[in-house]
């Protein structure tokens, strides 16, 4: 219970479990975690944030279309989020939680021993992406191998592109990309020919997309810079960009662990929330690419801050009804 006399339940001070309850804890420093722990932090509720350091877009320089953000490194934005949040009394450890148990509130277990209690959870651990496997593309990724053009088209714009297929699926990010160039092959890569419809074909061929059967044996490279591909038949084509589609793996282990009802879609599986992203277990909220594949930052952040102000008013409502009643 939050004390609620005095700042009643202003201060975030907590009692009942000692000095590691919090009001809030979570789960995941990214653009989701830190913007609602910002939100939770100027409304004074103790928050506790806990990263495992490992952000999704990591490999990029850059950000883009984030107003007022665009072109800033995802580096460069997570330090000033954490310069933020520290404004606002919020603890932010480099940590990973490993276990999480519900009864009346949550206790959360870390990695590195420490147990803390939470009123409320923000889950916001987001996903990893897992490349194709094809010799050079990872070490790449981030950089001339990409698989947004939202995030990279303009700074390659007008370059010749390739496409890596991974499913018949990738012909609508063959198609996307010709937005950015005029000058795009589609590599089947395992993808039989046959698997691509008739109105597949035609858009292709409308959108001057090249079609390339045969499977793509690595990427090449000089001078630190992507040059092309080479095919298992030997052949190679010129390209300085290679899109792929990574197969995304949510993290939501801890979810799951919770009971919280999920949605299998075609890039993965998430859970069931609402507007404000609260899951089916009271008192769990989650937010970012814990929610989906194509959150990008700027939707992460709006998510995270969404999660926290229906958290602040669901604490207070519940405190002050436990004043009535008590």
Not at 6 to 12: E, I, L, P
Not at 275 to 295: C, R
């Amino acid at each position: 219970m939050t004390e609620m006399n005095g700042n009643a339940g202003r201060t975030g001070k907590t009692v009942g479990y000692g000095n590691e309850t919090h009001d809030v804890v979570v789960v995941g420093g990214g653009a989701a975690g830190l913007s609602a722990a910002l939100v939770l932090g100027r409304a004074r509720r103790r928050t506790l944030v806990v990263d495992a350091g490992e952000p999704r877009n990591a490999p990029s320089s850059h950000m883009q279309g984030y107003l007022s953000r665009d072109g800033m490194s995802p580096a460069d934005f997570l330090a000033a989020g954490r310069e933020e949040i520290a404004r606002y009394g919020v603890e932010l450890v480099r940590d990973r939680v490993t276990d999480v148990t519900r009864d009346e509130d949550f206790t959360v277990v870390l990695d590195g021993g420490r147990v803390v209690r939470a009123r409320r959870l923000v889950v916001a651990t987001g996903l990893k992406d897992e490349l194709p496997a094809v010799p050079g593309v990872a070490e790449r990724f981030g950089r001339d191998v990409l698989h947004c053009p939202f995030c990279h088209g303009w700074e390659v714009r007008d370059e010749p592109f390739g496409v890596l297929a991974s499913s018949a699926m990738s012909v609508h990010q063959a198609l996307m990309v010709s937005q950015w160039s005029k000058d795009v092959t589609f590599f089947l890569h395992t993808v039989a020919e046959e698997e691509l419809s008739d109105q597949d074909l035609r858009r292709l061929a409308a959108a001057g997309v090249d079609v390339v059967p045969g499977e793509v044996a690595e990427v090449l490279v000089e001078d630190d810079r992507l040059t092309g591909v080479r095919l298992a038949d030997g052949s190679t084509h010129a390209r300085s960009v290679l899109y792929v589609g990574p197969r995304p793996v949510p993290q939501t282990s801890l979810l799951e662990r919770l009971g919280a009802e999920m949605n299998e879609t075609p890039f993965g599986t998430y859970p069931v929330v609402d507007a404000t992203g609260l899951t089916t277990v009271p008192g769990v909220w989650a937010a970012g690419n814990a929610i989906g594949f194509a959150e990008q930052v700027v939707h992460a952040a709006s998510g995270g801050y969404r999660a926290a102000a229906a958290i602040v008013g669901d604490l207070l409502m519940t405190d002050l009804d436990a004043a009535v009643t008590g």
